[in-house]
């Protein structure tokens, strides 16, 4: 029989203590691949065919030697490219980094 004075904290029995059930550890969530190049190109046409017909039309391509998407705004009556993101230049910036850094790289090994 457990009788406790009145204004004391109860305590349990031993075996009536509830102990703390460890879970187990979750394996981290699996990161999504990554879409092919053929998936990417479908993708990129399926959107430019898609979006409506106005004076100015939205393109995106992928640029192939930095492999950066490319969004262009360019003006339907003259085929003139409005906007670029990124812009021309800062692909050529882009590119030129990537061919001084294997300059450094070769020219250490």
Known sequence: MNIHPVGSPVTLKTEERVLPVAEAPQPP?????????????AAVKHINQSLP?????????????????????V??????????????????????LDKMMGLLISQKA
Do not use: G, H, M
């Open 29 to 41: 969530p699996a990161e999504p691949a990554a879409p092919s190049r053929a998936q990417v190109a």
């Open 75 to 96: 003006d339907q009556n003259t085929k003139e490219v409005v906007r670029q993101i990124p812009s021309a230049e800062a692909l050529e910036i882009a590119k030129s």
């Open 53 to 73: 017909a106005s004076s100015n039309t939205l393109e995106f391509a992928i640029d192939e030697d930095s492999k950066q998407t490319v969004v262009k705004i």
